[in-house]
């Protein structure tokens, strides 16, 4: 069954797997950004994007990331749109897989040019052994430039593949016959 599938999806299952997602997010500057000439006034708004990474261990896996932020300034409505692209290691809990630490390094090219370290937590529900929903939240704290924004993501996840198959136990030896002297 569909939800007996879910219960099934162990961090096991996913080792060596590339997934796929594709995310919606809520884009929050740093008011920095929001009460600046220098970024346009750039508001609050959406943006989306899609990601491609791979299961490296049952723990751990890495991810590229590129995401469209449909921004506007708040000053006179016009675009402040921009791209973000960047590379992130996850690290999914031991004792509690569905959630994961997420770290990376992004760069933005949204009225200015600049690179992000970005720190977050995520949470992903997987419905088979390659759907997924997740949501997700992110702090892009500014490098080469002083800010603090945050990213609220909601997406779906494809594993490809399958998982690798499990071993079956070995049986136990047949007994042998005691050897009677003659």
Do not use: C
Not at 54 to 74: C, D, H, P, V
Not at 93 to 99: E, K
Not at 110 to 115: G, I, P, S
Not at 156 to 172: I, V
Request: no cysteine; proline share 5%; hydrophobic share 35%.
């Amino acid at each position: 069954s569909f939800a007996a599938d879910a219960d099934t999806v162990t961090a096991a299952d996913l080792k060596e797997r590339v997934f796929g997602s594709l995310f919606g997010e809520y884009y929050m500057p740093d008011t920095k950004k929001t009460e600046s000439p220098d970024w346009n006034y750039m508001e609050k708004d959406w943006g989306y994007g899609v990601e491609l990474g791979y299961y490296l261990t049952e723990q751990w896996a890495i991810r590229a990331e590129y995401a469209r932020m449909e921004l506007q300034s708040k000053l006179d409505g016009s675009d402040v749109n921009g791209n973000r692209y960047g590379l992130d290691v996850m690290y999914h809990l031991p004792q509690l897989s569905s959630v994961y630490l997420v770290g990376g390094l992004k760069r933005f090219d949204a009225a200015q040019n600049t690179t992000a370290f970005n720190v977050g937590v995520g949470y992903k529900h997987f419905f088979n052994q390659n759907f997924a929903l997740y949501a997700e939240a992110n702090r892009y704290q500014g490098i080469d430039e002083s800010y603090g924004d945050a990213g609220i993501k909601l997406g779906m996840t494809y594993a490809f593949g399958s998982p690798a198959e499990k071993a079956a136990p070995t049986p136990a030896p047949a007994p042998v016959a005691p050897v009677q002297a003659a």
